[in-house]
């Protein structure tokens, strides 16, 4: 896959036994359900876009990528 550096990464992982977003190493929207925590990357996502960046949202194993935390 093709690295873009000025693009800005968003994951969703497991985190403290929830799920959680994370973004440059810090845990946010901590919650029980995944769709939640999608819900808030993808609003985060928007925030981003809106400001003129590149933006990407990662869900930690689905379609085979797995975050290390």
Do not use: Y
């Amino acid at each position: 896959m093709r690295e873009i550096r000025d693009r800005t990464v968003i994951t969703v992982a497991r985190h403290d036994g929830l799920w959680a977003v994370e973004h440059e190493g810090a845990f946010s929207d901590h919650s029980l359900d995944k769709e939640e925590a999608k819900a808030a990357a993808n609003k985060r996502a928007r925030a981003s876009q809106d400001q003129g960046r590149p933006c990407l949202v990662r869900v930690s194993g689905e379609h085979g990528f797995f975050a290390t935390t």
